[in-house]
């Protein structure tokens, strides 16, 4: 991000500053005072807001129109590249150089929408250090994150990692610290592709979509954090009468050994397709010897 001052000084020093199109055309000439160079019918104050009276203010449809006039102008004005790095460049505490009006064809709202957009990319790019990365390959923590890919349950996360809910739900909340995110804000989607990204979780672990559901980490003390990972959502059906019992793959009750060798009875012995040796026939072929073989 460019400082800003140095960006408003490459703005004001262009060599067309004088000519952008939110100046003001000069007064001998000017129908109107205060009549912007980018667009005739416009005020030069079009580009900020109106300064108007609180018992009047302007018109949700005259506000509309005029902010595209005004943006209209910036799209044909030859400062408007060195202008829109000004307006989206951050002072020294952390503002934004030009936080209200339209600045570069940008409304304010989108300017400061752009910089939050900023802020979270750069919290999500900052890699969380190596030893938290490692304590996170834990066995546990690993089948937590396993279980957390197929299920959106806590209970069936809990029975698929082997532990508690309450141990799993503790797992959940660590993974959240330990990967940088936020524990009030993480969904479960989110601690997920992050462990992928940052190689915490393997590329071939299939991750159950749930949507934007939050939230990974734990339920805290006092009860305002989510209680459960995706409550009220019917993310897997239930069987009447069969509530009991727990989904997806459980253990087969036939012993390992007793089934490979049922495996191996039932593939029998092993055949291998032969192809036999292609024959020289002779050129250019008798018709004869075609029928002969044929037949
Ligand atoms: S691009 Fe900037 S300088 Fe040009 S008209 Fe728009 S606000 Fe004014």
Not at 26 to 45: K, M
Not at 97 to 112: F, N
Not at 148 to 176: F, I, K, P
């Amino acid at each position: 991000m460019r400082d800003s001052l140095a960006a408003r000084a490459e703005l004001t020093q262009h060599r067309h500053y004088r000519y952008r199109g939110c100046a003001p055309v000069p007064a001998d000439v000017a129908d109107f005072p205060g009549q912007a160079l980018g667009d005739p019918r416009l005020h030069i104050d079009a580009w900020g807001s109106l300064d108007r009276p609180d018992d009047d203010p302007e018109p949700q449809r005259e506000r509309i129109a005029r902010e595209r006039a005004a943006a209209a102008a910036c799209g044909r004005c030859p400062v408007l590249d060195s202008c829109r790095v000004y307006a989206n460049s951050e002072t020294a505490a952390g503002q934004l150089a030009e936080p209200a009006g339209i600045w570069g064809g940008i409304l304010a709202l989108d300017r400061h929408r752009a910089l939050i957009r900023r802020r979270q990319d750069q919290a999500v790019v900052a890699p969380p250090p190596s030893a938290a990365l490692s304590e996170a390959r834990t066995a546990q923590k690993q089948a937590v994150l396993r279980s957390l890919a197929r299920e959106t349950d806590e209970e069936l996360v809990a029975y698929r990692a082997g532990m508690d809910v309450r141990t799993a739900n503790w797992h959940r909340s660590l993974l959240c610290g330990l990967l940088g995110l936020d524990k009030d804000r993480a969904s479960r989607e989110e601690l997920l592709h992050t462990a992928r990204r940052l190689g915490v979780l393997p590329e071939r672990v299939r991750i159950r979509p749930d949507g934007r559901w939050p939230i990974a980490a734990a339920p805290n003390g006092d009860g305002s954090r989510q209680r459960r990972i995706a409550p009220g959502m019917p993310a897997q059906i239930v069987l009447p009468g069969y509530q009991h019992l727990p989904r997806g793959r459980r253990p087969s009750p036939i012993p390992a050994e007793a089934l490979a060798a049922t495996h191996r009875a039932r593939r029998g012995p092993r055949l291998r397709l032969v192809t036999p040796p292609p024959q020289q026939l002779p050129l250019p072929l008798p018709t004869l010897t075609v029928l002969e073989r044929a037949a």
